[in-house]
């Protein structure tokens, strides 16, 4: 209070719009002065609040009871705004263990999320403007409002750049390891008929892991020898692969020409072994395809009525329900169902006529119930008779041992090599046993098919002699009657005695080339690894390491026997179903430096160019026509960069 006794008037706020001294002058409204203030805009109706320009939400800024510190405090932790210097905290599922949860903490990242986009288009085969369909951009406007869809150039340039990223990745990996790898080569046709060439590397690592890496998929000229080889060649050098065990290639003369070409190549620069006379590895998948082809056509008409039967019981649901009847009424034993196969999948039809040919007895009794399955078929091939479901029977006994060959040698994560001659050998015997038989029926083709046998496997001077070695490589086998006797069934006792003097020559052959490679390394236990330091381990395995060195070495020293000689001479190991010649190896490294280096190499080499899923088609490999439209370069960049993202993180791997 003042001395008169009276009470002055309160002050007006410096935002006020009231009049101020006599002559009534307006006081003009200051705008605020913090940066924080571009992330909101005032309120029209009330100044004291504030809408965030990201979320819209409002919040109070009233000058002397909340000030900018509300502002301050949400911007921080507003989810739509990009510009957030702050982490969030969110709960999720435990990786380890998915009953638990976890506290994370996330930062949203434009760069981030679209590379994950473009892995995302990459992985799942996405059509570039899938960004643009409106369920994805309903979709992602629902969980994260930030992501703004790239459009599709932008998406191809991201793709481009991830497939970079990744090359670089597995580029450096090879030009530092000087890894040794075994190269599968598989020629396409897009829908366009343009001619690709798709480039497999394959190794075992230092840890004694198979690795597959696509290398290429480019475009070529043709699919003729010259042209496959430069382009072979030109990857290499641009990859900085130094070492090849082997190429596997289909069975075609414009191969051999490449192989021609690229093994003067490698051997110009020192990347073979041997001279590079084992270079060129047969794609056994292609093999079996050309013999199942023949036996097909053999027995079409049988396939085609049986085919005509499942396909008319299959047609409906009163007809199965019949048919199931009739499979209880004959009292057929068998819990499979009845499957149509894909003309141009052989293990499908193999399958089909396997199922089929247990409900014989059923589908004889359907033709009794069911009036219109012999008027239907009959307008086509007929119904089946009881030659056709012996040929069915006879086909299948035959082919089961080609769809195990060729699911073996086209597996991808496990190494076949080792066992590829004890499956041709097996085919061997049961052709011997078709031809011998007493069906009259069946027996021109099993000696067809022994022709075609002949021409692919039937002369070992024509056959890789890193077969056998891979086989020798087996502790299983090793020189022991697991291997003497297969051989000698296949080839006769004459011809099969110069089998294997010519593979043991192999083998000591190239022991000897890797003992000048590799000795100076060897005495480290492997010719990846170097010996381990007191910093990268404890001091109590660095000492354990150390002893068990020198004792390998005295031991080595006393016997005066090479590595080879001592690894004929041990035992053979039990051939037991869970057997891993992997890690049979693996704990044997630094017993066998040397010879263990030349096992990674060999055992890594692959049988079939082609994977598991599509090793049973007749048909070539076709690019579709999303794929056909794209210009080469993004071609190859989602393939090869669609086997990085989908392999797991190690080493080499992205």
Known sequence: MSESGTTPPPAAPLHSDESVGPNKLKRKQMSPSSDIWEQYKRMEDDPNKAICKYCSDVLSCHLKKNGASSLVSHAKWCTQNSDSNETQCFVRPDPDDPSRTTLFRWKYNAQEARTAFARLIIEDEHPLVFSQHRGFSSFTSKICTRFSAPPRKTVRKDVLRVYEDEKAKVKSFFQESHQRV??????????????YMHLTAHYIDSKWKLNHKILNFCL??????????KALDSCLLDWGIENVTAITMEDASSNDMAIEYIRTALNNRGASISQGRYLHMRCSAHIVNLVVQDCLEAISPSVSRIRDAVKYVKSSTSRMSTFNKCVQYSKVDSSELLCLDVCTRWNSTYVMLDRAERFEGAFESFLLKDPDYKTELGEGNGVPQHTDWKHARKFTKFLKHLYRLTSSVSETEDVYSHMLFRHVAGINQRLIRFCDGDDNT???????????YIKYWGDPEEMNMLIFVAAILDPRNKQSEHLKIPVLLTYGETRGEQVLKKANQTLHSLFEEYKCMYEQVGSQGDGSETQPSCSSRSKVNYFFYLWQEKERKAAAAADGRTELERYISEEVECDDDGFDILLWWKYRRHLFPILSRMARDILAIRMSTVSCESAFSTG?????????????LVVQSLICAQDCVRQ???GAKS
């Open 182 to 195: 075994s190269l599968s080569v598989r020629t396409w046709t897009s829908s366009r008929l343009q001619k």
């Open 220 to 229: 070529l000229d043709s699919h003729k020898g010259e042209d496959m080889a």
């Open 442 to 452: 069946f027996k021109p083709v099993a000696i067809k098919l022994k022709e075609k």
């Open 620 to 632: 070539g490999c076709v690019l579709d026509d999303f794929r056909s439209s794209l210009p080469p």
């Open 648 to 650: 797991p993180s190690n």
